[in-house]
């Protein structure tokens, strides 16, 4: 597995061999001893599913009580992915990273604690499984709302624009949001 860093210190972005045959592809998603090498979290807790239409935009979500590392992937499709830098004191403050991960990649994206987490579903659908060091936290949960002109993401959003949740239409601008010191 090939791990590199990306603009953002911590998160990192994590590519499996893909062996492709005339029945299909296999990829290892986890290996504990490739994890501990890197220093990634070895102890989940909790695995996440969605499936999501194109054009359907998810977060930017953050854990402030219970935060959360989280191991993201995409099991078939492809999304645009964002992880945005939430800690105050850190240099790279309200700056973002963004990498298309698919089913054909197989890339995956390390978000430590203190980001917040995005994606835009580029498929017709996709399957977007993650791993989370800490459960979900309904009271601890916030969003920064994923048009935010202070972050300036650059979302390859097509014609009729996003389909995003009431909640997450509801979503701060960052400099009003609650977020890591």
Known sequence: MKIEATSLPGVLLLTPAIYRDDR????????????????????????????SKRNVLRGIHYQIVQPQ??????????????????????PTFGRHMAVELSGENAKMLWIPEGFGHAFLVLS?????????????????????????????????VVEGGPIVSEKDRRGSKLDGAEIFS
């Open 124 to 156: 017709e659908v996709a399957g977007f499984a993650y791993k989370v060091t800490d459960y979900y936290s309904p009271e601890g949960e916030r969003t920064i709302v994923w048009n935010d002109p202070d972050l300036a993401i650059p979302w390859p």
């Open 69 to 90: 590392g989280k191991l993201v992937r995409v099991t078939h499709g492809a999304v645009f992915d964002v992880a945005v830098d939430l800690r105050r004191r850190s």
């Open 24 to 51: 299909g592809a296999f990829s290892e998603t986890f290996n504990l001893r490739h994890m501990i090498e890197a220093g990634l979290p070895t102890n989940w807790v909790q695995d996440n599913f969605s499936i």
